[in-house]
């Protein structure tokens, strides 16, 4: 199972770009990227998936380098709400565990 | 579409005292999970259903905890009894078909306090 490193925490301020990394050294050829944001008192909610280069939704951009063995999730201008704890998930198919790690935690400052 | 529902959402208990949660997953969804969260720390899978068939349970301390999925819909989580150490937030998530890969949809939790 590939396992994955974040930074523990991270400080912003409103209107920034947010760019957080994951390190995934192990990551299988079968293995997707997927990232889930988690506020306090509910529980996580996808975010984006990839499986490589680059994927945009109206919430992330998900940078995938050609060798796979890291990913950034990239935030454009934050605002107080995107202050969360955001994980970055590895596996792919065939009934792999979903493992979190212990995340990111992001605080946005105005 | 209605979310993944949880209850109840606090419990306080003493150790050694039995306690259980109940999820009912987004209608239609094959896989429910059950995920157990410590304070500062990621949530750690305990079990896994497809329909009502045990996938993965590799990590629930079954000495203590147990779980259910009798039709395949709703499950419940018991814990029994329970210990200081098990003061968390479990968390239930849903997915239709159980790929890694799929979205999984969780609930709001369920806060429980040992004392």
């Known amino acids: 199972l590939a396992k994955t490193t974040q930074p523990i925490s991270m400080d912003s301020y409103e209107g920034q770009e947010v760019n957080i990394t994951c390190s995934h050294n192990?990551?299988?050829?079968?293995?997707?990227i997927t990232w889930y944001q988690q506020f306090p008192s509910q529980g996580p909610r996808f975010i984006i998936q990839?499986?490589?280069t680059k994927v945009t939704n109206e919430v992330a951009s998900l940078f995938i380098p050609a060798d796979r063995k890291s990913s950034t999730l990239s935030l454009p201008r934050v605002s107080l709400s995107d202050t969360a704890v955001y994980y970055c998930?590895?596996?792919?198919?065939?009934?792999?565990?979903?493992?979190f790690g212990a995340g990111t935690r992001l605080f946005v400052k105005a | 579409e209605a979310g993944v529902a949880q209850s109840p959402r606090y419990k306080i208990i003493e150790k050694r005292q039995s306690v259980a949660f109940w999820c009912n997953p987004i209608s239609g969804h094959a896989t429910l999970y059950w995920y157990q969260q410590i304070l500062g720390q990621g949530p750690k899978l305990l079990i896994q259903f497809q329909n009502n068939g045990v996938v993965d349970d590799s990590q629930l301390p079954k000495d203590r905890f147990s779980a259910e999925r009798l039709k395949g819909v709703d499950s419940t989580l018991k814990i029994q009894p329970a210990k200081l150490e098990d003061s968390a937030v479990y968390l239930c998530?849903?997915?239709?078909?159980?790929?890694?890969?799929?979205?999984?949809?969780f609930g709001p939790g369920t806060r429980l306090l040992v004392l």
């Open positions: 990839g499986y490589k």
């Open positions: 192990n990551i299988a050829t079968n293995d997707y």
């Open positions: 998930l590895v596996g792919g198919t065939g009934g792999f565990k979903t493992i």
């Open positions: 998530a849903s997915s239709p078909s159980g790929e890694v890969r799929e979205t999984q949809y």
